[in-house]
């Protein structure tokens, strides 16, 4: 193992389960661990999430993504409106307002998470 891997978490995934949750090769996935509070109870800081980065753009629709917001990652469920290009992002967790009425276009979207893991106790 190179000296830059060492100590690094790895998750193995079986191929057929992975196929399971999406058509997207496995080298268009990536874990990504939560941080923050935005999606509680759904996601909470320390989950690992699997992200399909394959699913997004063009296939967008309802669901929680990654997206780019500046220069963050963020993680957001979005609801498409149903007539148009437009979508609201919401986070889960009441205290944090939603983005109403957002132009599609303007949704730097990463990718679409497809799985969640987390410590219990």
């Not at 191929?15 to 058509?23: A, D, I, M, N, Y």
């Not at 609201?88 to 949704?107: G, L």
Request: aromatic share 8%; hydrophobic share 40%; charged share 25%.
């Amino acid at each position: 193992m190179p000296y830059d891997q060492v100590g690094k978490a790895y998750f193995a995934f079986d191929e057929g389960w992975l196929k399971s949750l999406t058509q997207s090769p496995a080298g268009r996935l990536s874990i990504i661990r939560v941080e923050g509070d935005s999606m509680a109870p759904t996601l909470n800081a320390g989950d690992d999430i699997l992200v399909d980065l394959g699913d997004c753009n063009e296939r967008l629709r309802d669901g929680i993504y990654v997206l780019r917001a500046d220069d963050a990652l963020v993680v957001k469920r979005l609801a498409l409106h149903p007539a148009g290009r437009r979508v609201t992002v919401q986070s889960d967790n009441p205290a944090y307002p939603d983005w109403p009425d957002c132009d599609i276009e303007a949704i730097n979207c990463i990718g679409r998470v497809i799985w969640a893991g987390r410590k219990i106790g």
